[in-house]
């Protein structure tokens, strides 16, 4: 929106045309992000408080959670409202690709505000039932994959590449279509599934955010994509601006989430940040290094799965409690301490993601 105001000032003044540079609408966005996270955060809080939309703790849990209940939820609102702000301020709005992220998000983000309202207004401590659950996010999550099939200019945005190999690539065709429904769903649950300690699922979802920020200016730029070889993908760059508004709101979120939490954000802000890093993964091709960087959320998604399957086939549990978060917990760790270690082993495979940038 204030890309197009300073097009056309630059007809006046030959400086506005500095507003056509990625990084300088990058930087521009994180802090306008940033910002509205830290001015809105305490009125959404008291909001949320004052309209009693506060966490309920499960009593089969780690007894330190017990002290969390009462808190507010559905924070991730404010994320959401931040994101779309900041993005809609200093993106290109001709730019199909953002729209694809941005709407994705949004939407992922209503399919979690109706579960956050049935388990905190109606009460219902399992939500919104899992069959409605799965299937808006199967609608929404294959819509978007069979645009991005159908609107690609070329078999390299449909091609699955293998990092850390020069030429490892297969072409997908229509299993395009299946690959990117499976990403967008899965990281979605992921990082819900991940959120369930105070920030511990929003650092890992703000460094992911900004590496994916990182592969989509280097892949919207040929010169850059064809030195590191990786897909060059026209537009992407502009997705840096979205990934930009991530990270601030995100690092704003953090400040009112970090232990201990004055909110949490709720499956509003899980499902849709985890939909959001699927679906720039998928653009920018890079669906194994998502894979990588986000290994926490795999992590925790694995011990939810393992336990499921072990306690149906052997009647017996691997981990005192899933996701393994809540075992660490259960074993003795403080809260802090399982937090601060998961943020850490993230930032190592963030480190390693960036890597493969290079390792071809």
């Known amino acids: 929106m204030l890309l197009l105001l300073a097009e056309y000032l630059q007809q006046f003044y030959s400086g506005f045309a500095v507003f056509q540079y990625l990084t300088l609408r990058g930087i521009l966005s994180v802090m306008t992000a940033l910002s509205l996270s830290l001015f809105l955060g305490p009125w959404m809080i008291h909001t949320l408080q004052s309209l009693q939309i506060s966490q ?5 849990g780690p007894q330190s959670h017990l002290s969390k209940s009462g808190t507010p939820t559905m924070g991730g609102a404010l994320i959401l409202s931040s994101i779309s702000t900041s993005t809609l301020l200093w993106v290109d709005l001709h730019n199909c690709y953002v729209w694809v992220v941005l709407l ?6 209503v399919i979690g505000w109706f ?24 609608v929404f999550g294959l819509t978007a994959a069979i645009f991005l099939y159908v609107t690609a200019p070329s078999a390299v945005e449909t091609t699955l ?17 299946v690959l990117t429904y499976f990403v967008i769903v899965g990281s979605s649950n992921a990082v819900n599934i991940t959120d369930g300690l105070d920030g511990l699922a929003i650092m ?5 955010g900004g590496a994916l ?22 537009g992407a760059g502009e997705l840096i601006v979205f990934c930009s508004a991530l990270l601030g709101a995100s690092l704003g979120f953090l400040w009112f989430n970090t232990y201990p939490a004055q909110v949490f954000m709720g499956d509003v802000g899980a499902l849709a940040l985890g939909a959001a890093l699927g679906t720039i993964a998928v653009i920018v091709r890079q669906e194994i290094v998502l894979f990588i ?7 925790e998604t694995l011990s939810v799965i393992i336990q499921v399957l072990s306690f149906k086939l052997t009647a017996r549990r691997v981990f005192r409690m899933a996701p393994i978060h809540h075992h660490f917990e259960l074993k003795g760790w ?27």
């Open 56 to 60: 309920s703790v499960r009593n089969d």
């Open 104 to 109: 994705v998000t949004i939407l992922f983000g």
């Open 115 to 138: 579960d956050d309202y049935c388990k905190v207004i109606e009460k219902n401590s399992r939500g919104l039932p899992s069959y409605w659950k799965y299937l808006w996010q199967s």
């Open 161 to 177: 590449i293998i990092p850390m190999f020069k030429d490892a690539s297969t072409p997908l065709g229509i299993g395009f279509v």
């Open 204 to 208: 890992p979802a703000m460094m992911v």
């Open 213 to 234: 920020g990182i592969f989509c200016y280097l892949s919207g730029n040929i010169k850059f994509a064809e030195y590191l070889l990786i897909p060059y993908v026209p």
């Open 293 to 299: 960087m986000g290994g926490v959320f795999v992590m």
């Open 334 to 360: 403080p809260e802090p301490r399982v937090i601060v270690r998961f943020w850490i082993i993230n930032v190592i495979l963030v480190l390693a993601g960036l890597a493969t940038l290079k390792l071809r």
